[in-house]
């Protein structure tokens, strides 16, 4: 945290009750072990039970975890009464559930595509709408992760960068509709984090080289631990915005520009690539080929139940 200005830090979380989706691994696990370090109490909400075990064995006393489809209204609201019921209410909650596919919108497979609204949208206006009455009666912080895809909307992302675009546009409104009952809004936007999902997307055999060609800090990937910094600093200070890195924040201010400039930069590469796509999906089937990390396994199967 050295790194870090100490205005950054305005609060603490110490004795808060913080539920984290999507908590079995990279960002959730990483920072429910932050914030219990920090005096937080943890409840894990997420659909991986026994890696999300593992997280709250790490952890402690401080923690606990509940088996929950965030797209799935009742299992979510069972949970949610389960924190409550254990830890006596819930002060932050940090909407971190999140998949992604990998393919074209012409080729990839339609329920796989859809899947990614239904997590990486829909997940966070159901998170927030069951926890909300507990967060409001605590004057407390809803926070959504969000991605640098929802300003730089690259080819092969259709479905994420518009869902995490939902995200920051939901986020927006709803911080405008619970500023008067006390509540704080906040919306992350991380680029690559070397996480599974990133893990996985990068050894993909046709979207990990897409990846790879991308230009500058925008094809970079960055430590967890340097994200895990950035967000349990703005969750300390309860941030309207989290930008990581920071450069983020000054990408947003040159959006309108672009989506011109990635389609110019695209026109060599994009070609091989959907070529490639159609023959690893004759090889694999659409399915397979678009599926992309544990998560996003998790979230296909529950899908299919």
Known sequence: MASLPTWWITRNV???VVLITGAARGIGAGLAERLAADGAKVALVGLEPEEQERVAARIGSAARSWEA???DWKALQSAVDGVVEHFGGIDVVIANAGIATTGFVRSVDPEAFERVFEVDLLGVWRTFRVTLP?????KGYLLAISSLAAITHAPGMANYAA????VEAFCNSLRAEVAH???????AHPTWIKTDLVDSADAHPVFGKLRGSMPGPTGKTYPLDFALDHLQ???RRRARTIHVPRWVGAVKLLRAFLPPLIELG???RVPRADKAALEDIARRGAKEASIT???GRAATEAARR
């Open 181 to 187: 009952l006390g509540v704080k809004v906040g919306v």
């Open 163 to 166: 869902a995490k675009a939902g």
């Open 233 to 235: 600093a703005g969750v």
């Open 266 to 268: 695209s026109r060599s």
């Open 134 to 138: 507990h967060v409001i009666e605590r």
């Open 69 to 71: 489809d965030v797209t």
């Open 14 to 16: 110490r004795n808060k």
């Open 293 to 295: 990390g544990h998560g």
